[in-house]
């Protein structure tokens, strides 16, 4: 399969870039949803493309779009992403796409933390809680919280870092009805998420979803879902308090970054080293497996993508 850095397709048009999805409109009410080998970091997209990556995403999501449907309506439309693009550019869809409803996004990233690392982390050492949510003294990095708690974000443009934002906040920007059912939602698929990793050795540290409204105001789950990029997870036979775990994300990118010397976290970064490349992709892949169940092909070539 090739490798996708950005995707180059001329039959339809091209709706937007995100760091990693390039999105393209299929008539007045459908979009293509086209998952990218691209890696962000920091908010940073990254130069070099992390092999299999966006097949495996696009896999996870619609793993647990399946799986989660009975908790919320997704924006799938069942529609072959092939059948939508010209022939030469199928091996660009290929694996890694979806078409789906086009919705009217809420501008809220939902996230839900079982455990106390990254910018939650840093929130709780500063004073004591976590947008706005006060949690008991003592914790220590990636202990596991009493219960899960909801910790919107309000979403940045590209290459700025999102703002925790505080639930009363949240209420403000899109109206209290829709906050409450947001935030109800995402804690129930949290959880469910959370039980059904457990069984399989997985922790979901943490977590984000983003939703969208269609034509009547229902709301949809959309975009990504618990994917290794939109989550933590970490072994479970690897978790101690205290210490920061291993994990089948990106956090290893992002713990090799943070170890370049001088680098401020704004564009350009430093080029990733083949092995950093080779082992994030491996970790994508064991995510996927130990997750999902399924396997992606131990390698991918590194020409001819697009």
Known sequence: MPIVHR??????????????????????????IVTTDRLSAFDVVLSEPIPDKGRVLN???????????????NHLTGI???????????DQVRGRSMVVKRLQPILVEAVVRGYLIGSGWKDYQSGGAVCGIALPAGLRLADRLPQPIFTPAAKAEQGEHDENISFDEMSRRIGAAVAARIRDVSLQLYRRA?????????????????FGLDENGTLHLMDEVLTADSSRFWPADSWRPGESPPSFDKQYVRDWLESVPGWNKKPPAPHL??????QTAERYREALRRIAGEELPPEAPMAGGA
């Open 194 to 210: 959370a039980e059904h990793c457990a069984a399989r050795g997985i922790i979901v540290a943490d977590t984000k979803f983003e």
């Open 7 to 32: 995707s180059t397709l001329h039959s339809l048009p091209l709706v937007s870039r995100g760091k990693v999805r390039d999105n393209y409109a299929v008539g007045d009410d459908r979009l293509l």
């Open 59 to 73: 896999r996870m999501a619609l793993f647990w779009f399946e799986r989660l449907a009975d908790v919320v309506p």
């Open 80 to 90: 072959d992403p092939e059948s939508v693009v010209q022939p030469d550019e199928r």
């Open 273 to 278: 080293p083949p092995q950093v490349v080779a």
